[in-house]
């Protein structure tokens, strides 16, 4: 516990700007999802760019992978998300069947390309544990795109593995913005639930 502590005070101490403003905007992107406001996007787009900066200076392959994914379904959330011409917005609702068999591909296949990618073409240390952490943001991140509620237990398994993970890295400020967002998303789910039930109080 102590090797932590002092990890965190050096990483702290030797934190650059670039890292300080993706920890920043990192937390401000979860909050905007928490509170439900399309604002997520362009500030998660701004902290992932600068995240795959800094995540492939430390090796963290599939990360960088996983945020280059983060811009992508960004753009495309963003979209999904936009209140179209005479139509209503995307509302907050649970998964169905058919988007959980899509989630839990994009986690398992996901998983394998991503390890196998991480042993035949980098020189990746840890790619069982790195795969495992961007193939359940992948898929926490198609579920935000898409308004469902789920998207708060996979991102938050994600965060879970992600933070012992960042701290063996030496990344203890990502590491610290990581158990944030999870914190947040616990939050998260509870809001969104809100929102259904009160949506389906509404409807009657």
Same mark, same amino acid.
């Given at each position: 516990? /102590?090797? &932590? @502590?002092?990890?965190?005070?050096?990483? !702290?101490?030797?934190?650059?700007? $670039?890292?300080?403003?993706? +920890?920043?905007?990192?937390?401000?992107?979860?909050?905007?999802?928490?509170?439900?406001?399309?604002?997520?996007?362009?500030?998660?787009?701004?902290?992932t760019?600068?995240?795959?900066?800094?995540?492939l200076?430390?090796?963290?392959?599939?990360?960088?992978?996983?945020?280059?994914?983060?811009?992508?379904?960004?753009?495309?959330?963003?979209?999904?998300?936009?209140?179209?011409?005479?139509?209503?917005?995307?509302?907050?609702?649970?998964?169905?069947? /058919?988007? &959980? @068999?899509i989630?839990?591909?994009?986690? !398992?296949?996901?998983?394998?390309? $991503?390890?196998?990618?991480? +042993?035949?073409f980098?020189?990746?240390?840890?790619?069982?544990?790195?795969?495992?952490?961007?193939?359940?943001?992948?898929?926490?991140?198609?579920?935000?795109?898409?308004?469902?509620?789920?998207?708060?237990?996979?991102?938050?398994?994600?965060?879970?593995f992600?933070?012992?993970?960042?701290?063996?890295?030496?990344?203890?400020?990502?590491?610290?913005?990581t158990?944030?967002?999870?914190?947040?998303?616990?939050?998260?789910?509870?809001?969104?639930?809100?929102?259904?039930?009160?949506?389906?109080?509404?409807?009657?």
């Open positions: 516990m /102590q090797s &932590w @502590i002092d990890l965190f005070i050096n990483q !702290f101490k030797a934190t650059t700007w $670039l890292e300080w403003a993706a +920890v920043i905007l990192g937390v401000a992107e979860v909050l905007l999802a928490k509170a439900n406001k399309v604002w997520l996007y362009p500030t998660g787009i701004a902290a760019l600068i995240s795959i900066y800094l995540l200076n430390f090796g963290l392959y599939a990360e960088c992978l996983l945020n280059g994914y983060y811009v992508v379904m960004s753009f495309y959330g963003w979209y999904y998300w936009i209140k179209k011409k005479n139509e209503p917005p995307v509302k907050v609702t649970y998964a169905s069947r /058919q988007e &959980w @068999i989630t839990l591909l994009i986690v !398992f296949a996901g998983w394998g390309i $991503l390890y196998f990618i991480l +042993v035949k980098t020189p990746s240390t840890v790619p069982v544990w790195d795969a495992w952490v961007s193939s359940t943001a992948w898929a926490g991140m198609w579920l935000l795109a898409r308004r469902k509620i789920e998207n708060w237990v996979l991102l938050n398994v994600s965060n879970l992600a933070i012992p993970l960042l701290y063996h890295k030496n990344l203890a400020m990502f590491a610290v913005l158990l944030i967002l999870f914190i947040v998303a616990i939050f998260g789910y509870y809001d969104w639930r809100r929102i259904i039930r009160k949506e389906a109080i509404n409807a009657k």
